[in-house]
């Protein structure tokens, strides 16, 4: 499915003096084998660059804002995304990689409470019923599923801890407690954010999944909110890997000297199906 996805931003200066000398950092996708990125058109222009674990960023110099007035940059993709099955592709997996995820991509991190008793009792009868890492992620997958009750969007984030005793939770939940029953057994996790698009006239879902490492198999997508294990279609965006950390903001705005007021900062994004010839 060929994309046009546009997005604008908008600082708004709230306060009383002047924004000078501003910076923004601005997330617009990042590294997936479903998602081929064929242009970036960014206004003003700005410098895109690839950060940590794969995330592409534009750095966008803001002008002075004076109080009340606002500045609006605009970022233009267009991309191309293919259902893609991950587990129809093997691969070899060199034993320091895993070494290496395993010393990366198992810590405890906020949202990821590897240390809480409930889900360590979880993991260590999930563990006992499965022989190896793959049939451990499937169940730790079935698990969430039957676990937290899919609801809309909620206004926080709470975790996994609270997940699993709340027992309801949107796509967030469904991904961190994932993340955060693998990572207790020290296999591999990390969150991706993103948008699911339905078409149409629909406005694109913000949304988040996992991805599990898996020897023979590498980085797979696991999407426990909608049920997929291994397999992306192309209605997926993806935003931002969260792994290293456990949350990276869309946009981050820095400013020299002191406001009365933080600005406040705002995003659109909107998705258009392109036919053969559109750009």
Known sequence: MRLRID????IHNRGTTKLKRGLMTWHLFTGSDNLFVEMIDV????????RA???????????????????????????DTTRRDWLMEPQSTPQQMITQNKG??????????????IIQEMSERMAERTGDDES????AFDIVRDTVK????????IGAARAVREKEGDCDEHADLFITLLRTVKIPARRVVGHFYRGGKTEPEPHA??????????????DAALGNFGILSENYFSRIREGLVSERPTLKLKWSGIATEAPS???????TILENGES
């Open 7 to 10: 997005m604008q931003a908008d």
């Open 43 to 50: 206004f003003p222009p700005a410098k895109v660059t690839e």
């Open 53 to 79: 674990e794969q995330n592409m960023v534009a750095v966008i110099k803001v002008p002075e804002i004076n109080p009340g007035e606002s500045f609006s940059p605009t970022v233009i993709l267009r991309i």
């Open 104 to 117: 990366t991509y198992c810590a405890l991190q906020k949202y990821w409470e590897i240390d809480d008793e």
């Open 136 to 139: 451990y992620a499937r169940l």
């Open 150 to 157: 899919l609801k809309t969007h909620l206004d926080e984030r």
């Open 209 to 222: 999944w996992s991805e599990v490492f898996l020897e023979r198999k590498g980085w797979i997508p696991v």
């Open 265 to 271: 900062v705002e995003e659109e994004v909107k998705m």
